[in-house]
């Protein structure tokens, strides 16, 4: 089983959508969570982090689930400039590893 | 401020041939990290530095890749010899501290091998 796993899409969905991306990850000891984003042909930078109770940053809500090690990502009232590739990152207790999910392909139309 | 910078962008270059991938970090930050990026594997940790010290390479692929961090502002990952399968994007990143939320990717080197 993939330390992380994502729906990889394409997530195609019109100007103003709801969309919402779902991870699951294996390891249990890991403390901390973040989505990136990554543009095409560009790197990946932070989006968000993910807080226990969830959180919410303008039209971005991540929500976490230990017990199910799942994590998602809600974005309302899409913009064509939401379109990219979200990666799900959870991080390991123990110094700056990161471990990348393959991504979630959104593209959004007008 | 400068983002962490990556030199060359692109390389292209024959098997067998030796490849030299440089990285600067964003002043003041203290780890360092190189990633492999492919359509197929997605996004790799090869090997993480802390204070200049190699932490993790439990991501190098094989002998032929090697990393240094000679100092806090300079480091390099080395290919030699390079296969065609070593194709990819090759990202370096910083951040302040090893268990620092943000790292801060630079714009990735494009290496073909042909």
């Known amino acids: 089983r993939k330390e992380v796993e994502q729906d990889p899409g394409p997530f195609n969905v019109p100007e103003g959508a709801t969309v919402a991306f779902n991870c699951t990850y294996s390891n249990s000891a890991s403390q901390s969570f973040f989505w990136y984003r990554q543009d095409c042909r560009k790197e990946p930078k932070l989006l968000m982090s993910v807080y226990s109770s969830g959180n919410e940053d303008g039209r971005f809500t991540a929500q976490l689930n230990r017990a199910s090690q799942y994590i998602s990502l809600l974005i309302r009232d899409s913009k064509l400039s939401d379109s990219a590739t979200y990666l799900c990152v959870p991080k390991y207790n123990q110094g700056g590893k990161l471990i990348f999910g393959q991504g979630t392909e959104l593209s959004v139309k007008p | 401020d400068a983002g962490v910078i990556q030199s060359p962008r692109h390389e292209v270059t024959e098997m067998g041939q030796e490849v030299t991938l440089r990285c600067k970090p964003i002043s003041g930050h203290n780890s360092l990290f190189w990633y492999r990026q492919t359509m197929m594997r997605g996004l790799e940790l090869l090997i993480y530095?802390?204070?200049?010290?190699?932490?993790?390479d439990s991501g190098m692929p094989e002998d032929r890749f090697s990393a240094k961090m000679p100092n806090a502002s300079f480091s390099t990952l080395k290919i030699q010899p390079s296969e065609p399968r070593d194709s990819a994007v090759y990202f370096c990143?910083?951040?302040?501290?090893?268990?620092?939320?943000?790292?801060?990717f630079g714009p990735g080197t494009r290496l073909l091998v042909l």
């Open positions: 530095f802390n204070n200049n010290v190699p932490i993790d």
């Open positions: 990143a910083s951040s302040i501290a090893g268990g620092a939320e943000t790292q801060y």
